[in-house]
């Protein structure tokens, strides 16, 4: 008999804390830097006239990932998620099923994880503060994993009425909400919006800012102008899904940013390359690239099967045969 448990949004997100997320997705950036993990592109297929699907499949450490993920913009409107999905954990030497866990968790809490890790690796060293700029499913699991990381203070915020306010108070003493120039005054900016519109612009970047630029992970998105990524020290997570599909797209496309003034985030953890922390004699101002990768959700997916094999309850499971 081979019975897969399976972990729904609720039980991924009570079986991986916000901490242990952060350290499971930073080992995946240095594990693929090293070549011991591997991730092919991810391949999209369109849905003409209602959005697409995205399969995102990652091996590393004995297991085999897919996340199987769409984006449907017109969903809510149908009162579904826009981003709705299973990731499927496999044994990579007997290919055996593992684990099945609902895919929107999944993301939520690797997305929040890597603003946590870049901020860490690419801010100041003397930074302190957070913003965050779009509080909405993953802009919250942002914010919630950057006080895990130890950013004791901070400023949320969101155009919906009550939605910075309500995430503020979870996240408790040291953080507030504020207007979106409270957010971008403060040391670590993580946006986190559809892209839809830009909410950076040159004029609001200043020596020693960094910037996490999550929003933007497919193409005709963007959260800053060209001007502001153009004037940033640049960061990635993937050239390729960065250059193509990410925040950079425009800036490349313009010929203003080129491969070779942009470091892999993975390079910086695994310790080849310093974070650029000087331009011009000032602190620089560095923008973090995160387009999402499937490594992030294998670090997940694989932190959900060891506590799983460490005594935590799935709670459910499917008998495939
Ligand atoms: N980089 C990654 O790995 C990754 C992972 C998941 C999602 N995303 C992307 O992140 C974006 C947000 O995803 P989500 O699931 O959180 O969406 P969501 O709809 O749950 O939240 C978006 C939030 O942004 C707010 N917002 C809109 N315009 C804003 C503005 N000008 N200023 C501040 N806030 C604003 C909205 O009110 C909403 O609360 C999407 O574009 C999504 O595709 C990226």
């Not at 990932?65 to 809510?76: R, V």
């Not at 914010?143 to 995430?167: F, H, K, N, Q, S």
């Not at 390079?267 to 331009?279: I, M």
């Amino acid at each position: 008999m081979l019975d897969v448990p399976v972990l729904d949004g609720a039980a991924v997100l009570a079986t991986v804390s916000p901490q242990a997320a952060i350290e499971a997705v930073l080992e995946a950036f240095v594990r693929h830097r090293r070549g011991e993990w591997v991730m092919p592109a991810k391949v999209y297929l369109p849905s003409p006239g209602f959005g697409d699907f995205r399969a995102m499949p990652a091996r590393g450490d004995g297991l085999a990932m897919l996340k199987w993920i769409s984006s449907f913009p017109q969903n809510p409107a149908r009162g579904l998620p826009t981003v709705l999905g299973v990731v499927l954990l496999n044994d990579a030497e007997t290919s055996e099923p593992l684990l099945v866990l609902d895919a929107g968790a999944v993301t939520a809490l690797r997305t929040g994880a890597v603003a946590a890790v870049a901020s860490r690796a690419l801010a100041a060293a003397d930074a302190t503060a957070a913003g965050v700029v779009g509080c909405g499913v993953n802009g919250a699991w942002a914010a919630r994993c950057l006080r895990a990381g130890g950013w004791a203070e901070g400023v949320v915020t969101d155009p919906r009425t009550g939605v910075a306010e309500t995430l503020a108070e979870e996240l408790g003493a040291g953080w507030r909400a504020g207007s979106l120039a409270e957010a971008l005054a403060q040391d670590a900016v993580s946006c986190v919006t559809p892209g839809a519109a830009e909410v950076v612009t040159e004029a609001d970047l200043r020596p020693g800012l960094h910037l996490n630029l999550l929003g933007a992970d497919g193409p005709g998105k963007a959260e800053a102008t060209v001007d502001a990524v153009a004037a940033c020290e640049l960061f990635c997570d993937e050239w390729e899904q960065a250059a193509h599909g990410g925040e950079l797209t425009r800036a490349v496309a313009a010929g203003r940013v080129t491969r070779e003034q942009v470091t892999d985030l993975g390079a910086v953890l695994n310790g080849e390359r310093q974070a650029c922390r000087t331009r011009d004699g000032l602190p620089a101002t560095t923008l973090f690239d995160s387009t999402g990768l499937a490594i992030q959700d294998l670090a997940i997916a694989r932190a959900a099967h060891h506590a799983l094999l460490g005594g935590a309850a799935a709670g459910q499971s499917v008998r495939l045969r």
